[in-house]
């Protein structure tokens, strides 16, 4: 049989199931295309936080990593939540640990405590507030200035999310080493390649810091770049005038850019700026998932409380 056959009756079985278990399917933007096109919805981190928490679905099988997983079991405690494959771990999320942030806390007793998203239940439960890249900005300036602020785990959008508030933050010093390989010498280069392109960075990438400092100077054109989330992306490439875009982020963001925009262009700024993990989820494990109901992520009671509170103020100011 034909590996397309062979796609297309699992593509019917995922269906058949999905209906029969009143199961929704939820993928990252950086999924590969063809468990995209399964998905019952794609979108950034924020954007599938948002849709766990509306499903009426009984079962959320979750096409991403094991942090994302976590917060929608957190947000549906009544729901099964699977995931594909349990060793989708994140690296970003695996800079600190509940214990490490306890420590850092000490040392800043009065300090308010923003995650990023990218972080495990543990963590967000030591957290005040969580965040994801769409709304790091907003949820940090809604934190009085007179506070301080202990921001993680991702330096590159502490320090980006520090230089737009204004703020002084405590910045920890994790990274994603999928962003972090993505280097201004090589921004650099594809400009030079393609001058008329509009440029997309996430704000976790290596060069976010530096494009600031070259747009700040005026030798990066300010208008053509645009520091955006995944989702966020994605809307600024269907509703520009531009037909070229550098895309600065996972490549698998390109199947949605070229899925919903017929006739541009999109050039990878790191043709090897591939998440591992994301890509473990594959449409045969997605099938496995739903049909034998592996893997469940379910976050003990008094652990999902304390995580509820932070993340249900990132909703709230989403
Ligand atoms: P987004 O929330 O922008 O989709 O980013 C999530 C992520 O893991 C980036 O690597
Ligand atoms: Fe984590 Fe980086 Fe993968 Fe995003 S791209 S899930 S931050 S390892």
Known sequence: MSIKMENDLIREEIQSLKKKRNAVILAHNYQVGEVQEVADFTGDSLGLSQAAARTEADVIVFCGVHFMAE??????????????????GCSLASTINADELRNWKKEHPDAVVVSYVNTSAEVKAESDYCCTSTNAVRVVNSIPEDKEVLFLPDMFLGA??????????????????V???????????IRDLHPEAEMLIHPECGCVTSCMYYAAEGSIENKNTHILSTEGMI????????????VATEIGIIHRMKKE?????????????VCRYMKMITLNKVLNSLRDDIYEVK????LAF?????????LKLA
């Open 261 to 273: 925009t017929s006739d541009k262009t999109f050039y990878p700024a790191n043709d090897e700026a």
């Open 179 to 189: 962003h972090a390989g993505i280097k201004p010498e090589q921004i650099s280069k």
């Open 235 to 246: 809307r600024h490439v269907k509703r520009s005038k531009a037909m070229e875009f550098i």
């Open 160 to 177: 980006y999310v520090s230089k737009v508030t204004g703020r002084k933050l405590h910045i920890w010093p994790g990274e994603c080493h």
């Open 299 to 302: 976050v003990p009671k008094e």
């Open 71 to 88: 917060t929608a079991s957190i947000i549906c405690p009544d729901k099964k939540v699977l995931i594909p494959d349990l060793e989708a």
């Open 306 to 314: 304390k995580a509820k509170k932070a993340i249900e103020m990132m």
